[in-house]
């Protein structure tokens, strides 16, 4: 199947700072690409839904300014977490999608101290 | 809003059985159906994806949809200890770019 790569597998930060995440298609141009947040035993949530180059769609209930997508490219969307809080402590996963499929990054461990 | 429903489980099977995982969808106008495989602390990983009416075999896996009873479902033969995992169904829109909804998982123990 289709690789998609996440930079970085683990961050920890202190409350107050901004965190980044990278997500690439390795092997693929995604026409769209997704970010969810997972919390211990629950599913999947969509946070957002993003194409190059034009404004990410936010689900309800998701901060537009703290929670920043930029999609440069058809392979590369990024994510910063700004201002930080413990409750943003989470499993973070990006997905890229072909026209009819889609496949995960391998998720990024966030946890705000 | 779409919804996709799972029952969250534990479904236990002993190794070597069929274990059966279900799911139902809300939105009759859905076009894509996909089972994915979580293990514990690790991003889904997409092991079927079923568009039309039927059967669809994959190894130990099939797939099987029935878009007039909005009812799409996973059967894993030959069940593995490696097998134990939360499955999760996704159901999806039939456009570029789509929006997939996930259900909550089902979570499978294999016994050995």
């Known amino acids: 199947g289709a690789v998609v790569s996440q930079h970085p597998s683990r961050v920890i930060c202190k409350s107050g700072t901004s965190v980044k995440i990278e997500c690439r298609s390795l092997?693929?141009?995604?026409?769209?690409m997704f970010w969810y947040r997972q919390f211990p035993k629950q599913s999947l949530m969509l946070m957002a839904t993003?194409?190059?180059?034009?404004?990410?769609?936010?689900e309800q209930g998701v901060e537009k300014d703290k929670f920043l997508i930029n999609h440069a490219s058809l392979t590369l969307s990024t994510l910063t977490v700004t201002s930080a809080h413990p409750e943003d402590s989470s499993f973070y996963i990006c997905?890229?999608?072909?026209?009819?499929?889609?496949?995960f990054g391998p998720g990024t461990r966030l946890t705000v101290t | 809003q779409k919804e996709v429903e799972q029952n969250s489980g534990p479904l236990s099977v002993p190794e070597g059985a069929i274990a059966s995982l279900n799911c139902t969808y809300s939105?009759?106008?859905?076009?894509?159906f996909f089972w994915y495989r979580q293990y514990s602390g690790k991003s889904p990983e997409l092991i079927m994806s079923i568009y039309s009416n039927g059967d669809k075999e994959d190894g130990r896996f099939t797939a099987q949809l029935n878009k007039a009873s909005q009812y799409v479902s996973l059967l894993i033969r030959d069940s593995q200890p490696s097998d134990s995992a939360t499955y999760l169904c996704?159901?999806?829109?039939?456009?570029?770019?789509?929006?997939?909804?996930f259900g909550a998982g089902t979570r499978l123990f294999v016994k050995a």
């Open positions: 092997d693929f141009q995604a026409t769209t």
């Open positions: 993003s194409n190059e180059g034009s404004k990410a769609t936010y």
């Open positions: 997905s890229a999608a072909t026209s009819n499929e889609q496949y």
């Open positions: 996704a159901v999806g829109g039939n456009t570029g770019g789509f929006k997939t909804i």
């Open positions: 939105d009759r106008v859905s076009q894509s």
